[in-house]
């Protein structure tokens, strides 16, 4: 008796070739695939969790307490494990994990780890990935650095930054725009009438027309003008703002500095009346000559 089973068998290569080209794109992407069987528990592995790891790809796969005391970082391990061993009493919903691992070569790689429960009729009990987002969390990590920094060296030199958004009308504040003002930063930026309280009356009109022809010319605007702080002093700041477009060419938003030009303004004031006394002193020395 002879049986064809060609149906049969090109299912099976369509299966394999599937897995296949599964196994490229994932391996491509950096995400490493994982499975447990329902009979004896035995982990399978795709190439791109044993390229993570640095695990030889003819050893056996481990279980996941060996996984967590082999490659989990220290620091991680005992919040990877709570949180697994709860999964696996408790199923219901998936479970997402980002924590770091060291590889065997001592490297430590960012990971989120991702794992759900397959239905009874499959052959494998879970089912997860890791995906490696080492790249993202080290540009994330330089970005914050660098924001650290550039507010560091705002406030060092006295600089308040300030945006408002074109479609809501919404502004934001740093905490040396309040510092300028004499007051306490806080979360929410102040009102226009809070705004204009700390303006000079003789400059408030000038400081609106300012502001308004920059948005309505939508143009880069610098003006100088006078505050009243909450402690009563009067200081000059200056302002510099500019729109700031998206891909389109519309302006989302207007991002502006203020700083304290107060010194110069003195500078300026102190000279101008050295030179109005040099005058005086030159006209009566020519009238006695």
Avoid: C
């Avoid at 709570?82 to 696996?88: H, K, Y």
């Avoid at 780890?113 to 997860?128: I, N, Q, Y």
């Avoid at 309040?178 to 930063?185: E, H, M, S, Y």
Wanted: glycine share 6%; proline share 5%; net charge negative.
């Amino acid at each position: 008796m002879a049986l064809d089973i060609t149906e049969q068998m090109e299912r099976v290569q369509r299966a394999d070739e599937l897995a296949r080209r599964l196994d490229e794109v994932t391996s491509t992407s950096g995400i490493g695939v994982w499975r447990v069987q329902r009979d004896d528990g035995r982990a399978e592995w795709n190439a791109q969790m044993y390229a993570m790891t640095g695990l030889a790809p003819d050893q056996p796969a481990p279980g996941f307490m060996a996984w967590v005391e082999r490659f989990v970082h220290p620091d991680d391990r005992e919040r990877v494990r709570t949180a697994g061993v709860e999964w696996i009493k408790h199923p219901d919903a998936p479970l997402e994990i980002v924590h770091r691992i060291v590889n065997v070569d001592a490297q430590v790689r960012h990971v989120v780890s991702r794992a759900r429960a397959e239905p009874p009729g499959s052959p494998f009990r879970a089912t997860g990935v890791a995906i490696d987002v080492t790249e993202r969390e080290l540009a994330l990590a330089a970005l914050r650095a660098a924001n650290e920094r550039s507010a560091l060296a705002t406030r060092a030199a006295g600089i308040g930054i300030w945006e408002w958004d074109a479609d809501t009308g919404a502004s934001r504040w740093d905490d040396e725009m309040f510092v300028l003002r004499g007051v306490a930063p806080r979360p929410t930026s102040p009102s226009l009438e809070e705004m204009a309280q700390w303006v000079h009356p003789d400059d408030i009109h000038y400081v609106n027309d300012q502001i308004q022809s920059g948005r309505v010319e939508d143009r880069p605007a610098y003006y100088e003008f006078r505050i009243i702080r909450a402690d009563g002093v009067q200081r000059w700041l200056a302002s510099r703002s500019l729109p700031v477009r998206d891909e389109r060419g519309r302006t989302r938003m207007r991002l502006g500095v203020n700083w304290d030009v107060t010194e110069a303004h003195e500078a300026a004031a102190a000279r101008h009346e050295r030179e109005l006394v040099l005058r005086e002193s030159q006209a009566k020395s020519e009238l006695l000559a």
